[in-house]
């Protein structure tokens, strides 16, 4: 069946650096790719998708690109903020599962000062 | 502003005890989603509405059940809750399920079984 597989945090940063979030997939065609962000308390919310090949997601200074050859997602942000701290997942869906989202097991990031 | 309420945000009941969650959505869409997520993990989908047309997720336990009696309130009735149910309970929306829309969450509601 069609899974998502992201890299386990915690991820510990410190402000202003770097993130990516690796995020790779198995499905049988093309589907549509999401992530949704998780913050403390709090339900999620979508962050970014993207729905072809090649597809670019952004938002909020976070990308995402579509890499039909590898089967990926991966997430980056230049420069993360403490604001940034959240659970980070990365999902999948088909137009024939009828918008079902499969979900990574998600990725917690926290952001130091 | 257009949203996904659920109400309340924390519920607290004990073994056994039948307990409804309640969700409701001013985004006029129609279809409805319940999913439980328990610590650490993803969210894993229990059922949903398309309209009035109910889809159970082949691994939902009997004990979970669900009434949409309109567009805007969907609800979410636990049985007989086990320890095993407490979580966190999320309901989403989308326009439709065959189109890669977006879902709505609401902000959940963490369920404690005593």
């Known amino acids: 069946g069609d899974s998502v597989t992201q890299m386990e945090g915690p991820v510990t940063l410190s402000e202003e650096a770097f993130l990516t979030i690796n995020c790779t997939y198995t499905?049988?065609?093309?589907?549509?790719l999401f992530w949704y962000v998780q913050y403390p308390g709090e339900g999620l919310q979508l962050l970014l998708k993207?729905?072809?090949?090649?597809d670019k997601g952004s938002n909020k200074g976070f990308e995402a690109t579509y890499r039909k050859e590898t089967t990926s997602f991966h997430l980056e942000k230049g420069s993360v903020q403490v604001s940034d701290s959240a659970v980070y997942f990365c999902?999948?869906?088909?137009?024939?599962?009828?918008?079902?989202?499969?979900f990574g097991g998600g990725t917690r990031v926290l952001v130091k000062p | 502003d257009a949203m996904v309420i659920q109400n309340p945000r924390y519920q607290v009941t004990q073994f056994g005890k039948p307990v409804t969650l309640s969700c409701s959505q001013t985004?006029?869409?129609?279809?409805m989603y319940w999913y439980q997520q328990k610590s650490s993990q993803a969210p894993k989908l229990l059922f949903h509405?398309?309209?009035?047309?109910?889809?159970n997720e082949a691994d939902t336990p009997d004990n979970f059940q669900s009434r949409r009696p309109n567009t805007s309130f969907c609800f979410l009735d636990i049985r007989s809750p086990g320890l095993g149910d407490a979580a966190m309970y999320l309901c989403?929306?989308?326009?439709?399920?065959?189109?890669?829309?977006?879902?709505?969450f609401g902000p959940g509601t963490r369920l404690t079984v005593l």
């Open positions: 989403a929306t989308s326009r439709e399920p065959r189109e890669n829309n977006e879902q709505f």
């Open positions: 499905a049988t065609g093309y589907p549509s």
């Open positions: 993207a729905t072809k090949a090649d």
């Open positions: 999902a999948l869906t088909f137009k024939a599962a009828g918008n079902k989202l499969t």
């Open positions: 985004l006029n869409h129609n279809v």
């Open positions: 509405y398309y309209d009035k047309d109910f889809n």
